[in-house]
């Protein structure tokens, strides 16, 4: 280790459990989180915590959302109109970005990208997917949205329009997939364990139930 | 501030590309679309080079067919993409 004279310690700024930076771009990472800390930026502690509720999200809070969509129709009506707030009831916090909800039915469906960069809902559903920052999912999603979600075995017949969002600034996304059939007397947390990562980001339309209709 | 395009409003999408980093994909520049949407107030992408982003600009949800952005688009006339974009890269269009 360095002996140089200030008085912050490296081994909190660098987490033990985090790779060794191995590329000049994670070195430059690395080098830019500790000058911040450094001039009083925010603290080693502060960070721990973003970085803790970030791998503690995940699309298991995503299908709370929806499950509870799917059971309660006003709470419905508020996350279609005001995701953030209605996300908010639940207990979860979004700030400093607007978030939207767009509802999947007969004739539409939905599904996000960034074709920018790879902008996804990380706070509440955790790390996005690889094939998600892949350039070839940004750049055809939006280009040829029927053939890609036909790749993710989406088929979509020609009275179902697709409605391709891009999260090119401050808003968040989250698809509201349809409730599967047979489903009536789930329970709400029932519901919400049926519900996938894929189907969050549209790029899975049907749910499947994971026993019949009837089964105790 | 007052919002100066209401939903369902066309609009027409700044063709430019200032030397710095901005929040508008080549894709979607020029096309026309509609206002599907009024958001909130939020830093200017462009202004972040230096200083914070203010005055903050309005983003707007734009809706644009499909086959207005691609001239080969496979797929039907109903489908769309819809993308923000900031007031001061949209203009009132026929």
């Known amino acids: 280790m360095s002996d140089h004279d200030h008085d912050h310690d490296h081994s909190r700024t660098f987490q033990p459990d985090h790779a060794e930076p191995t590329s000049d771009g994670a070195r430059i990472g690395l080098a830019l989180r500790e000058l911040l800390i450094e001039a009083g930026h925010y603290t080693p502690e502060e960070e721990q915590v973003v970085i803790a509720a970030m791998q503690k999200a995940s699309p298991a809070d995503g299908g709370r959302i929806v499950a509870r969509a799917w059971t309660d129709p006003e709470y419905k009506e508020r996350l279609l109109a005001n995701g953030a707030a209605a996300i908010r009831e639940l207990g979860y916090e979004l700030e400093p970005y607007e978030f939207t909800v767009m509802e999947n039915d007969d004739t539409t469906h939905n599904v996000i990208v960034c074709t920018l960069c790879s902008c996804y809902p990380r706070s509440l559903l955790g790390m996005s997917p690889a094939w998600y920052k892949s350039a070839s999912y940004r750049a055809r999603i939006v280009r040829e949205p029927r053939a890609v979600l036909a790749e993710f075995g989406v088929e979509l017949t020609e009275d179902v329009n697709v409605r391709v969002h891009d999260s090119t600034a401050e808003l968040r996304y989250m698809v509201l997939p349809q409730r599967p059939h047979g489903t009536d007397n789930w329970a709400e947390e029932e519901l919400a364990a049926l519900i996938t990562r894929d189907s969050l980001i549209g790029t899975q339309r049907v749910l499947k139930r994971n026993r019949e209709p009837g089964d105790s | ?94």
């Open chain 2, 1 to 94: 501030m007052e919002a100066v395009f209401e939903v369902g409003q066309r609009v027409r999408i700044a063709d430019r590309t200032p030397p710095v980093h901005h929040r508008v994909p080549s894709y979607a520049k020029g096309h026309v679309g509609v206002i599907e949407r009024v958001c909130g107030l939020h830093g200017e992408p462009e202004k972040f080079i230096r200083g914070n982003g203010e005055p903050r600009q309005r983003i707007y949800r734009v809706r644009i067919p499909q086959t207005e952005l691609w001239q080969d688009y496979e797929g039907t006339d109903n489908d769309n993409l819809e993308i923000e974009i900031f007031e001061h890269w949209l203009e009132g269009a026929e």
